[in-house]
């Protein structure tokens, strides 16, 4: 490499520095670059995300083997976490404070009641923006699995036998009696497959929102330069306008990069997000902050002050976000939108994290989203790198 490369090269290097070392002496970068975008995934992994058991509260009479059959049977399926209340006031309480879900209270003489044949009231307590539908049908499913109380009851009713007789029969025969088998066979493609995790579809989501708002937010860095003579003072130095636009451009490509690369190790760490291939996920990265960098060049061409950088940027970078699918996941989209979604850079970057995620490809595998990236970045990167250099040589 001969001097004037070298020397080229460590100018890059240096002004690419200088941005990443002026990102960092910000403290409201530090915040909206490192701590809310994993504080939002953990949000939106909580709220949205699987792995979610709503509570549901049950308040029973002690000492009642009825109905402790009756909680036995709602405990076996994995849909719910039961916990047991005193009372149905603190029941109330706690459905009210969101801590349960849900909640049923059994009579204090339930055995009784059933014992005597008599139709037993059984109270469902919810809120009517909750999840009572569906508890209602796991609490309905659980009075069916006591199906050998309604059995003995028609045996008092139909034989000379007491209640506790009848009962200890149709409890023999019901394990005399083979069950039936069921089979659940899942069709076609599931929208969210378990592999991804609870944090999987936000973290990818999240990653490409955040390079590409903050991307967009270094412009202002650019019309600042601009402003303050910074580009047009490194030019009377041996720095030609082709070394300088390219320590612009690194300087952008390294924060946004830096960003991608921080959410991805962190999720992996944090939250266990499997990000599929490493080298596809990484690669698809860069390329995506080789366009946000590009953007962001072109938009600290086009516009005069940060004042117009800042609210374009935001207003910009969230529209695009919540178009392409990083706001609300691309498989709810219609067909005529999710076309009109590809003409963002953020359709295909999802398109190729759902490949590596979720079918287990590889680079090979995403090669049209990174080809159909590659040239939006070099049309971009174009574009900005010759309206800059035409603001600071003219």
Not at 134 to 151: R, S
Request: aromatic fraction near 8%; proline fraction near 4%; hydrophobic fraction near 50%.
């Amino acid at each position: 490499m001969s001097p004037a490369a070298a020397g080229a090269r460590r100018r890059i290097v240096a002004i690419a520095g200088t941005e990443l070392r002026r990102l960092f002496r910000d403290r409201a970068n530090i915040f909206f670059v490192l701590v809310f975008p994993m504080l939002l995934i953990l949000i939106l992994g909580t709220v949205f995300g699987g792995g979610f058991t709503p509570r549901l509260g049950v308040v029973v009479p002690r000492g009642d083997a009825l109905a402790d059959d009756f909680v036995a049977a709602l405990e076996r399926g994995d849909d719910v976490d039961v916990q047991r209340y005193a009372s149905a006031g603190e029941l109330r309480s706690a459905v009210e404070r969101g801590s349960a879900r849900a909640g049923v209270v059994l009579p204090h003489d339930y055995s009784d009641q059933l014992a005597a044949g008599e139709t037993v009231e059984i109270g469902f307590v919810t809120r009517p923006d909750g999840l009572g539908a569906e508890l209602q049908t796991v609490v309905q499913a659980a009075i069916g699995d006591q199906a050998v109380v309604q059995a003995a009851q028609f045996g008092v009713a139909h034989s000379s036998g007491g209640f506790d007789d009848e009962l200890a029969a149709a409890r023999a025969a019901q394990r005399s009696t083979e069950p039936v088998a069921v089979r659940t066979v899942t069709v076609g493609e599931e929208l969210f497959p378990e592999e991804v995790g609870q944090f999987g579809v936000g973290a990818t989501q999240q990653l490409l929102l955040f390079m590409f708002v903050n991307g967009l937010a270094g412009a202002t860095a650019l019309i600042l330069s601009r402003e303050l003579g910074v580009a047009r003072r490194m030019l009377s130095t041996p720095s030609s306008a082709a070394v300088i636009m390219a320590g612009e451009a690194a300087g952008r490509f390294v924060t946004v990069a830096f960003q991608g690369f921080y959410i991805i190790l962190g999720t992996m760490l944090l939250f266990g997000v499997d990000w599929g291939n490493p080298f596809g996920a990484l690669v698809l990265m860069l390329v995506f902050a080789a366009v946000a960098t590009g953007a962001a060049l072109l938009m600290g061409a086009l516009f005069r002050n940060e004042q117009q950088a800042s609210g374009v940027g935001v207003v910009a970078g969230l529209g695009l976000a919540a178009l392409g699918g990083c706001m609300a996941p691309l498989e709810i989209f219609s067909p005529t939108m999710r076309k009109v979604a590809h003409l963002t850079p953020h359709a295909w970057a999802l398109d190729g994290f759902n490949e590596l995620i979720r079918h287990h490809g590889t680079v090979l595998d995403i090669l049209p989203e990174l080809g159909v990236l590659t040239a939006m970045a070099v049309v971009l990167l174009t574009l900005g790198t010759r309206r800059f250099r035409r603001t600071i040589t003219t």
